[in-house]
């Protein structure tokens, strides 16, 4: 059939009928918002490399999380910063650390009205600003390893509904799994950052996690950039330890990423549209360059037909606001 028999722009007229066809749509259901709380006596202190988002104390958090869940965001992954650091970024996993806290705060409110994911690494909590303990210089895998599982299980005691491990140490979610599991909490799910790469486009969260490393980079851990083969083998790797849903990060330079998995992996795909994404757009909207809303909107739709059936984004709360006036 040739033209003028066929006219593929007969079903482009009109609002209805590109609706009737339209092949992506973002779900409300598939949205997770990033919440960063920090010790300290300020309820609020905006993040002066990401407009529109802020650290918060414990207690300012939970007028947060009812905005969060009014907007329509009914999940959101939980970063600590906690007031003091140390070589082995103790913080992580003490029973009164600050995520642990905040996620007690977070469920005694709003109970199973918000499913509370916490991220579980090191960087937050060590003093050198590393995702592990370091030896001789460099980020000891095993003895890392060994402490984010008991960061896992006591973000689960405290009450986290999933936790997701990014710190990119081989064996860490086998670890998560065993000891959850030897805990006897079988229902949790993991989470895995599977396929993180070490990319340009963490600084604006390193500023709101305050979480920079103090020497090197995080390069002998987290992926580099021209590989995708091995992106393949970690993510396989992970679903072989135990991961329920496996993520790439981040999500908008790595979308080949992302389809890939997508089309050789049958199980919960999750993609994070990171800071510095999130961080381009608002620049790009401030001086006048982007129309927000079609920004936000596309740049996320193309995540979502990359293949991501889960998206963490700084934007989840606009998204869903958009969608109950229709207008996504």
């Avoid at 973000?155 to 086998?174: K, N, W």
């Avoid at 129309?291 to 606009?318: C, P």
């Amino acid at each position: 059939m040739y033209y003028p028999t066929q006219r593929l722009r007969r079903l482009r007229k009109n609002e209805i009928f590109r609706g009737m066809v339209r092949e992506t749509s973002i779900s409300q259901e598939s949205l997770v918002y990033p919440v960063f709380v920090k010790e300290m006596t300020e309820r609020e202190v905006p993040v002066a490399s990401m407009p529109g988002i802020s650290q918060f104390s414990v207690d300012g958090i939970l007028g947060e999380i009812e905005d969060t869940l009014n907007a329509g965001v009914r999940a959101v992954l939980v970063f600590g910063i906690p007031e003091k650091k140390d070589e082995t970024g103790s913080g992580a996993y003490d029973k009164n650390g600050i995520v642990q806290r905040t996620v007690k705060g977070i469920k005694a409110r709003f109970g199973n009205d918000v499913l509370v994911i916490t991220d579980v690494c090191m960087c937050e909590y060590t003093s050198h600003g590393h995702c592990g303990v370091i030896k001789d210089g460099y980020v000891d895998n095993d003895e890392s390893v060994r402490l984010l599982a008991r960061s896992a299980l006591s973000h689960v005691l405290a009450g986290a509904d999933m936790v997701a491990p990014s710190d990119m140490m081989d064996g860490r979610i086998h670890a998560v799994r065993e000891i959850l599991d030897l805990h006897g909490d079988y229902n949790i799910p993991i989470m895995a950052y599977s396929a993180k790469y070490a990319s340009c486009l963490y600084g604006p969260f390193r500023d709101a996690a305050e979480s920079a490393p103090q020497f090197g980079d995080r390069k002998s851990y987290q992926m580099d950039p021209p590989n995708a083969r091995e992106a393949m083998r970690e993510i396989e790797l992970d679903i072989e330890e135990g991961a329920d849903i496996i993520m790439v990060k981040p999500a908008l330079f790595y979308l080949d990423i992302l389809k890939a998995a997508r089309e050789r992996f049958d199980i919960p795909l999750a993609a994070y549209s990171v800071s510095g994404e999130y961080a381009m757009i608002k620049l790009a909207v401030e001086k006048g360059w982007l129309d927000h809303k079609r920004a936000v909107i596309e740049s996320t739709t193309s995540i979502r037909r990359a293949g991501a059936d889960i998206i963490i984004t700084y934007f989840a709360k606009d998204l869903c606001r958009w969608a109950k006036e229709h207008t996504l």
